[in-house]
């Protein structure tokens, strides 16, 4: 298996422009996490779904953030606009039972 | 409030010792607690999970226990590899309508030849 695909692994862009992450999860496994993390906060949940359902958003920052996941094998993370406080590795991770098991994160820097 | 503090903060120890790191927590209701490694660059794998009945748990070289009437933890490294250079996040899991993860900010440690 490939483990948890994240695309793309670096995003730079300009403050304002819309930004959209993507994950694959391990085939199989039924909840999916979006995570945050940074220097100054550590790790962060943002929101994770369960068979598809968003089941906890309480750790997206703002409306500004949005996440989809419109089947089992697919989920994307959008930033619009996106800001310089959004800089960070946003990770995504699935799990089956209780082990999650996390990509390789994408970095995005906003200028 | 839903806190985990890690300690120390950073450790830096000689290939082949051992260390132990903690973890308190003040979290209610709990569920579980993780131990995560994560390398530079990558993203966290998972090392131990235990819930409440469970006070020792073991993978290889890594154990970690758990007090939940103190609600603390330690993670314990035997025989310290070069490889074992990581941050290590504990991660205390409550449930209280829906799930809540509260993460620890990590300890930084440093294993040198």
């Known amino acids: ?111 | 409030k839903n806190q985990v503090e890690q300690s120390p903060q950073s450790l830096i120890i000689l290939e082949g010792k051992n260390c132990t790191l903690q973890c308190n927590y003040t979290v209610s209701p709990f569920s579980n607690l993780r131990w995560y490694k994560q390398d530079t660059g990558r993203g966290p794998v998972s090392l131990t999970i235990m819930t409440f009945s469970e006070n020792t748990k073991s993978n290889g070289r890594y154990t970690a226990t758990l007090d939940a009437d103190t609600k603390q933890s330690s993670l314990h490294i035997t025989a310290s590899q070069l490889s074992d250079s990581a941050s290590y996040i504990c991660v205390v899991g409550a449930t209280s309508g829906t799930y809540k993860y509260i993460f620890g900010t990590g300890t930084r440690l440093k294993v040198l030849a």
């Open chain 1, 1 to 111: 298996d490939a483990g948890v695909i994240q695309s793309p692994r670096h995003e730079v862009t300009e403050m304002g422009q819309e930004v959209t992450l993507r994950c694959k999860p391990i085939s199989g496994h039924n909840s999916l996490f979006w995570y945050r993390q940074t220097m100054m906060r550590g790790l962060e949940l943002l929101i994770y779904f369960n068979n598809n359902v968003p089941i906890d958003d309480s750790g997206m920052p703002e409306d500004r953030f949005s996440a989809k996941m419109p089947n089992a094998s697919f989920s994307t993370l959008k930033i619009q606009p996106s800001e310089p406080r959004d800089s960070a590795v946003y990770f995504c991770a699935s799990s089956w039972e209780e082990t999650q098991y996390f990509g390789p994160g994408t970095r995005l820097l906003v200028l």
